[in-house]
């Protein structure tokens, strides 16, 4: 996949950079002092990108942990998100690291240590991942989950979610089931997932991969979030949902978010820039410094309502 | 247009020949140019090369940017060519690097003000690319930058003025030339437009609206419009009650 790498001088002998040189066929090496001389470039085309893209190899520099507000949360009280690569080989039309990031190269910062130490340091509280990328998609380059996982089974106090729209669930056999770690899985009706969320697993073979690794024994989330308005929305809603469901073990079942689409007012202008999205930003309003839904309560009433015949309340969060 | 920058007419000859560029009259450098190609013949060093790009951008709209020319290493041949992926100073300038164009190896480059002699490091030497690249960032994207460099010189082989080198190199050259110009062809063509003037936020709405057509059998002609607004309104409103995959 990649052959173009950009690496920080930090960490040019950190043996995940030596491994990624290693696999790849005819690497392509260009030293940098500091990532954002490449990926904070002016004048860079997201698009362009996807098609040539690359990977930078970098070290992660504090803050390892940024808080969450409690309303974002799962039910915990202290929550922070973390980062161990920027940008998605996903290409969600309406996502907002479209608007965030002015490269679509992926930065993958390989110094796990530092901030699985600051997680140690919290002691407890909800730790996820999956903000500024899906946490799965890389996973087979990254092996993030090979190192975090044995470590939040030795630290039951902290929980992890792992965030994703992909059907990736090696790691999950090849490790036991800790009670404090949740797959979850973003969903979204199949029209969507087709025509919005490019390069993404298919509805059904996240379904099919939400049971495999419940069956064997981990906890998962559902996060239907963002929900797209578009025709036909009530009557697909209804039936996406009781298709969902079906796969559903509730004792195993986590939690469920709920949220629209909203999008900070400031990435307007990158994402116009994105053809692709100004479907998605022609439905959208500004409201408060966001663009959202004008129609956000209507569609959210509906949903939480639907939702309702699913799931027990505590275990329903929205955003 | 492609604009070639390049500081020497004898870099310059192969390029004018192939292409059969005709030289521009009233320039204040010499300029040559086809339907699709700008060439200037800046002159030696990186502020000559910035003010090229400047003078030929308010003159033709330059779409795509390239700079070749000959360069100076301690240890490659003569006559090897390379993309440059950095050029070296502070700060450093990471131009993009496509995987089509197998120039590789690609290098690492430092812009000298004067013809290098030492070669201390294992890099490319040049007189140019660093006030080409700064010039060019003004005007377009990064991703429509390129710089190519073919080696003349070195600590042990001083330089000659020849065309050989670039004569060696110019039908793969040429090559990635005429790739950028047809790519640059066809992102020119718009699609389908109605006879309503469209902002480009507008024209974006519905270039991404016709996208979500494709394969469809849809008439788009019977939509009939007073201004812009109306007919993507008209057109988004078609799409949602025909498409059964709308979104």
Known sequence: MFDTFYIEEDVKTHPTVQR???????????????????????KQNFREQKKHTAMILAKKRPPYLHPIPEAFSIGGKDNFYFSHILNCPFDCQYCFLQGMYQSAYFVHFVNYEETLLAIKEKGSGHFFSGYDGDSLALEPKTRFLETFLPFFAKNPQALLEIRTKSAYTKPFFQHEPIDNCVIAWSLNPENIVRNLEKKTASLEKRLKALKAVQDRGWKIGLRFDPIIEHAGFFKNMKAFFKEVFSYVQ????????????????????????????????????EKDRELRYEREKELLAFCEKELQKYVPQQKLFKI | MLFLSIAFPLEAKPFIRHFSLQKEEKTFFPLYKNEQIVLGVTGCGQNKAAAAFGYVAALYPIKIAVNIGYAGHAIEKSGALFSINKILGEPSFYPHRRKDFSLDPSTSLQTVEKMEKTFADLCLYDMEAQGFFSAAMSFLPLEKIFLWKIVSDGPNDPFVPTSKWIEKSLEK???????????????????????????????????????????????????????????????????????????
């Open chain 1, 20 to 42: 990624y040189l290693e696999k790849a066929k005819n690497p392509h090496v260009i030293f940098c002092k500091n990532y954002k001389e490449i990926f904070n470039r002016r």
């Open chain 1, 250 to 285: 509730e004792p195993l079942l986590h939690s469920v978010t709920l949220g629209a689409f909203r999008l900070p007012k400031a990435y307007k202008k990158t994402m116009e820039k994105n053809v692709s999205s100004l479907n998605i930003l022609a439905h959208s309003i």
């Open chain 2, 173 to 247: 050259l040429a090559g990635y030339i005429n790739k950028l110009t047809s790519e640059m062809k066809k992102e020119k063509n718009e699609p389908f437009l109605p006879n309503l003037h469209f902002s480009s936020y507008q024209k974006h709405r519905l270039q991404r609206l016709l996208s979500l057509a494709e394969g469809s059998d849809l008439d788009f002609s019977s939509i009939k419009a007073p201004n812009a607004s109306t007919y993507l309104d008209a057109l988004e409103k078609t799409l949602r009650d025909t498409l059964p995959n709308y979104v």
